[in-house]
């Protein structure tokens, strides 16, 4: 594990950014090598398939999984009908989102150095690292493994739940081109009328943050750029969201996706619009 010993000291050396709000993002993260390694496994990357058919057939050959996935549905062929016939959610009450994907998440790794990589992020060094640059103090476990977001996958505006101590995502995909697709991650904050929201979260701690509508705020940073990195520790103002549309046949939206999540009970998640009721009282 010691090849890998640079991923933890260069997350230990980084400054922090505070605009939008605290985090940290790191380009070319992983070395020329390692990430290389990575993008060129016939795992994480292949020749264009012809139709979403043939996407999820090759994405099942490959070992991956349908997982559980917040702005995701879990069953295939009902994503399957709705992408040929574009037949998506347009927004309804309590769901300020406008479509819906699939995601997968891979669950045997044939190449022994991401197998290796993969375990060294789920390992004892990386969670402490972690831990201590963020001043994570509370009991967690820790989850990292490598993910493929289909088309129209959409979460709105959201600092995640109170559970979770920390976010990190690490753009693992197929060439530079990806850099300027709709599929990266948005880091926001909220226009100058829904701005009361964070101090409204910081104390009704009986109420856990939810998705909000996209028009209630603006986006200040896309992470956009390959072999990049965005780590933050969430909290009332950390809003992040993604609203993709592009070709799957040509390649898939890939992360190396992890976070630490805290041990204990689940705050039920509140409705947007109870906050859009506050401000209109």
Not at 51 to 66: R, S
Not at 174 to 185: G, N
Not at 240 to 261: E, P, V
Request: charged share 25%.
């Amino acid at each position: 594990m010691d090849k890998f010993n640079y991923i933890s000291e260069k997350i230990l050396n980084a400054k922090f950014s505070q605009e939008p709000f605290k985090h940290i993002f790191i380009e070319d993260f992983l070395s020329e090598d390692h990430f290389q390694q990575i993008i060129n496994d016939p795992q994480i990357h292949w020749d264009e398939n012809k139709n979403t058919e043939e996407v999820i057939a090759t994405l099942f050959e490959k070992k991956y999984e349908v997982q559980k996935f917040p702005g995701c549905i879990t069953n295939p062929y009902e994503y399957i009908k709705r992408y040929n016939t574009n037949d998506f959610p347009t927004g309804r009450e309590g769901n300020p989102v406008e479509s819906f994907g699939i995601t997968f998440r891979l669950r045997e790794y044939k190449n022994p150095f991401i197998t290796s990589l993969v375990e060294y992020l789920n390992g004892k060094e990386f969670k402490t690292t972690l831990e201590t640059k963020f001043n994570i103090k509370s009991q967690t476990r820790i989850i990292t493994a490598i993910q493929k977001n289909l088309s129209h996958y959409e979460i709105s505006p959201h600092p995640d739940i109170r559970e979770k101590a920390l976010t990190y995502l690490l753009n693992i995909n197929k060439d530079e081109s990806v850099d300027k697709a709709q599929v990266h991650t948005h880091l926001l904050k909220f226009k100058e009328e829904w701005s009361f929201i964070p101090e409204y979260w910081r104390t009704n701690l009986q109420k856990n943050r939810c998705w909000v509508p996209w028009e209630w705020c603006e986006t200040s940073k896309i992470c956009n750029k390959n072999n990049s990195i965005v780590l933050f520790a969430p909290g009332v103002d950390t809003l992040h969201a993604i609203k993709m549309q592009y070709d799957h046949n040509k390649f898939q939206r890939t992360q190396l996706y992890g976070n630490l999540m805290r041990v204990g009970n689940v705050i039920p998640q509140m409705n947007w619009t109870e906050l859009r009721d506050i401000k209109n009282a």
